[in-house]
Nanobody
């Protein structure tokens, strides 16, 4: 059974870089056709896809965030990381990592989420 666990700072100052890591167990981020994704939810709003990384390391981003977001991975540790530059209070919300399974192109496993607040 796949498990995902997010980690990172809960509070980030405006203009700084947010960095979150997702540790994956029960599946390999390099050996399956699945994608490894970041999704966020601002307070009072719906889910927003941030981006994802494939087993070969190809990355894909939301058009609204592609200039600020970067997803990388550490294959030895079976984890992937989101960096979001120049954050503003609008980046506040719950951040989830998730597995996007490639057959039906749907999210089938989620981390518990981590709260990020952007404030000075």
């Amino acid at each position: 059974q796949v498990q995902l666990q997010e980690s990172g700072p809960g509070l980030v100052k405006p203009s700084q870089t947010l960095s979150l890591t997702c540790i994956v167990s029960g599946d390999s981020i390099t050996s399956t056709l699945n994608y490894w994704s970041w999704v966020r939810q601002p307070p009072g709003k719906g889910l927003e896809w941030v981006g994802q990384i494939s087993r070969s390391g190809n990355t894909y981003y939301s058009p609204s965030l592609k200039n600020r977001a970067s997803i990388s991975r550490d294959t030895a540790k079976n984890q992937f990381t989101l960096q979001l530059n120049s954050v503003t209070p609008e980046d506040t919300g719950m951040y989830y990592c998730a597995r996007l399974e490639a057959t039906w192109y749907s999210f089938d496993s989620w981390g518990q989420g981590t709260q990020v607040t952007v404030s000075s």
